[in-house]
């Protein structure tokens, strides 16, 4: 954080739930206490699980995880510096056990979050 060339004075996080605080944690350990930029970020999370194929008795064997978040960057005068919109899908196969299909798309999250989370901050490390 203290390479960074920014701080982020301010978030606002429409939906409020673990995974998208899993991301706003990730980008603020990234915000520069000394950075002379100064930001607010308005951040906007959706995630979807939809059947994207049945088997033949018409359950799930097919499922797409879609995850989504509409970045608002200001600076410290409330002056939108860009909006932009980060989107990761990945499909998979539905497993049968329950406890482990539950683990599994745990981490298929955190792994699309941290995607996410990366692409933001590349985006802030670039903004003039």
Do not use: C, H
């Not at 954080?1 to 899993?22: C, D, G, L, T, V």
């Not at 930001?39 to 797409?64: A, H, N, R, V």
């Not at 002056?79 to 745990?106: H, I, W």
């Amino acid at each position: 954080s203290k390479n960074s060339n920014f701080q982020i004075i301010e978030i606002k996080n429409k939906n409020e739930s673990k995974n998208s605080f899993a991301i706003e944690n990730m980008v603020m350990s990234l915000s520069n206490k000394d950075a002379v930029r100064r930001i607010k970020l308005e951040m906007d999370y959706k995630q979807s699980i939809t059947t994207i194929l049945k088997d033949s008795k018409g359950d799930p064997s097919k499922k797409k995880l879609s995850i989504g978040v509409n970045l608002i960057v200001k600076n410290d005068n409330d002056n939108v510096l860009t909006n932009k919109s980060f989107g990761e899908e990945f499909n998979y196969v539905v497993q049968s056990d329950k406890f482990s299909m539950a683990q599994y798309e745990d981490n298929i999250i955190k792994n699309l979050n941290n995607k996410i989370s990366n692409d933001i901050v590349f985006l802030l490390g670039t903004l003039k």
